[in-house]
């Protein structure tokens, strides 16, 4: 029968997906623990850069240097969305990777300066070291756990196609509608569990912070206090832009080319 056919094929594909995605979580977990355990054994001071890595990925590290250059002074950032040089001496490498993306006239775009920051040589060192440290998630397990996320959502739609291909086949033998449907009910089951599961288990594996580095930067904001302007930047990088205060200088980033379209 060709509903059977379809129901094993419904089985299969929920099967595998809820699989791949188990295996990565404990495989993600599994690292966590490691890094855990090492970075229990030192202490670990965040700076504000690594800070904003580890809540917002190397963007974030690039807003945060845009905004703590502005605040000095130093790069003008215009409500319009461009970014000028002020003063063309970087004092880290992060923000002689920006004047470097700004280019010698000293004028450019601020979108395709903060693109090329966040690729730059020094927020991938940041990245590299924060996960060595055991703070931050590397790369291959956060696309892991993503990627399993996106087969198992694609598997539920498979089973709900198939399932609809199964009922409106016109020969079903003596099978009544409503127990094939009950059929493809249980691996469907089986696909929503399973994402409902990953929502609460595997979401704090997907961010860039690892358990350990979750719980400094808990510990950064708790005790970061005042109105000073380490405490600005701090809160910036852990919020983004949406942290900023000054209304000319939020508009800048929020700022978009124009289409080009009537």
């Known amino acids: 029968m060709l509903w059977v056919l379809l129901l094993l094929l419904a089985w299969a594909a929920a099967g595998t997906a809820c699989t791949r995605l188990c295996l990565a979580a404990v495989r993600t977990a599994a690292g966590d623990d490691e890094a855990d355990d090492a970075a229990g054994v030192r202490r670990h001071d965040l700076t504000l850069y690594e800070a904003a890595f580890l809540s917002g990925g190397p963007r974030r590290v690039a807003d945060l240097t845009l905004v703590s250059?502005?605040?000095?002074?130093?790069?003008?950032?215009a409500h319009t969305g461009w970014a000028t040089v002020v003063d063309p001496r970087g004092r880290d490498d992060l923000e002689r990777s920006v004047i470097g993306a700004i280019g010698p006239e000293g004028q450019s775009r601020i979108a395709p300066v903060?693109?090329?920051?966040a690729a730059g040589d020094p927020v991938r060192g940041i990245g590299d070291r924060l996960v060595s440290a055991g703070l931050a998630v590397p790369d291959g397990a956060r696309t892991s756990v993503a990627a399993g996320m996106r087969q198992v959502r694609f598997a539920a739609l498979a089973v709900v196609g198939l399932g609809a291909?199964?009922?409106?086949?016109?020969?079903?033998?003596?099978?009544?509608?409503?127990?094939?449907?009950?059929?493809?009910?249980?691996?469907?089951?089986?696909?929503l569990s399973c994402l409902a599961i990953a929502r609460v288990e595997v979401h704090p594996y997907s961010r860039w912070a690892s358990p350990a580095g979750q719980r400094?930067?808990?510990?950064?904001?708790?005790?970061?206090?005042?109105?000073d302007d380490r405490t600005y930047l701090t809160s910036v990088a852990v919020r983004g832009i949406r942290a900023v205060g000054e209304p000319d200088l939020r508009a800048a980033f929020a700022h978009r080319e124009p289409s080009g379209r009537d």
């Open 216 to 227: 400094l930067l808990g510990a950064l904001t708790r005790h970061t206090g005042g109105g």
């Open 69 to 77: 250059m502005a605040r000095q002074r130093r790069l003008l950032l």
């Open 165 to 191: 291909i199964a009922l409106l086949v016109p020969a079903r033998s003596d099978m009544p509608s409503t127990l094939v449907a009950l059929w493809f009910a249980l691996p469907l089951a089986l696909t």
């Open 114 to 117: 903060r693109a090329a920051a």
